[in-house]
Every structure is written in structure tokens, then in C-alpha cells.
């Protein structure tokens, strides 16, 4: 499975929303599971899924679906 998939299905799968819904809009709070504890879950399936650990001011950064794909960057993984 390839890192877009991955990351893609952890959103997907931490709440419960569509592929479809996946865009460059999504952001922290823009739909009711994305709220804190929605957040620290897809965090940790993150962390889990790509084998990385994410810093505190990453994990407050990762306010979007576009920012979670360049903080992943930063970690030396390539996403989409």
C-alpha cells in the first residue's frame, strides 16, 4: 500500500468519513468526529501506520489534511 493510501485510509477509517470527502478543505473541526479526541486517535493510528513519532508542536500544527501531508514530509514520507 502506498503512503496517499495509507494516510487516506486513516482519515477514512479515525472519521468515518467518505474518500470523496478527502480535499484540501479539511480541517481540524470542519467535520464533528475531527474534534480533540477524533484528532489525538488519527494522530496515533498515524504514528502507528508510518512507524514514526510526531513532536507536540507537529501534532498542534496538523490542523488540516494538506498540513498532516507536509508535517509527514518532514519525516521523510511522501504523500501524494
Do not use: C, R
Not at 508510518?50 to 501531508?69: N, Q, V
Request: charge should be negative; hydrophobic fraction near 40%; proline fraction near 1%.
Amino acid at each position: 500500500m502506498e503512503n496517499k493510501e495509507k494516510y487516506d485510509k486513516v482519515f477514512v477509517e479515525s472519521f468515518g468519513i467518505n474518500y470523496n470527502d478527502l480535499t484540501e478543505e479539511l480541517q481540524y473541526n470542519s467535520i464533528p468526529a475531527w474534534d480533540s479526541v477524533g484528532h489525538m486517535s488519527m494522530i496515533a493510528e498515524l504514528e502507528d501506520k508510518f512507524e514514526i513519532m510526531l513532536e507536540m508542536d507537529e501534532i498542534i500544527d496538523f490542523s488540516s489534511y494538506t498540513k498532516g501531508k507536509e508535517i509527514l514530509e518532514i519525516h521523510g514520507l511522501k504523500i501524494g
